[in-house]
């Protein structure tokens, strides 16, 4: 089967549903199965997982219920929480993948951008967590680059690499 990256944006920034409730179902129970990594963020992973998730050790179980749905591999986002963002990746083991906070408000698209690179990586034969660690770089550095453009929250700059 081929590599799939799921995203599953359910809930706005400022915290509105995306979703209805059979949507929700029909993700949870028929695309996440067939997920190879699956990258919710901090309040997608709450309705996924049915709980809050305001610690440690509550986002980890959530990362395990997440696994039993059936994906290789959960990529719980740390960007909502206070302070530097920690990432959770869970394949069976844990490994947090701390982040730098970079102060901007070039930020749009950031989710997107991480599962597509994180789909790029796994094209090119990374293993999950390879492509996860390269997709995060990316990601970063893309954000790191972003200048303003128009009004509000502007994109990351995704061909930084390539700009001189």
């Known amino acids: 089967m081929s590599p799939l990256v799921v995203d599953p944006v359910m809930v706005a920034k400022a915290g509105d549903r995306l979703l209805h409730e059979d949507a929700v179902a029909a993700l949870r129970n028929r695309l996440i199965p067939l997920a190879t990594v699956v990258t919710p963020n901090l309040p997608e992973a709450e309705v996924l997982a049915g ?15 997440i696994l039993a749905l059936g994906p290789r591999a959960v990529l719980i986002k740390g960007g909502h929480l206070p302070g530097a963002p920690i990432d959770l990746y869970y394949d069976g083991e844990f490994i947090e993948l701390p982040g730098e906070r970079i102060v901007t408000t070039n930020t749009h698209g950031t989710g997107c951008t991480l599962a597509s690179a994180i789909a790029a990586g796994l094209a090119k034969g990374l293993s999950p967590q390879e492509a996860v660690r390269a997709a995060k770089t990316y990601v970063t550095e893309a954000i790191r680059a972003a200048f303003p453009v128009g009004h509000g929250h502007g994109p990351v700059h995704h061909f930084y690499h390539w700009w001189g």
Do not use: V
């Open 51 to 65: 709980r809050p998730l305001n610690t440690a050790d509550a986002r980890r179980e959530a990362a395990k219920a």
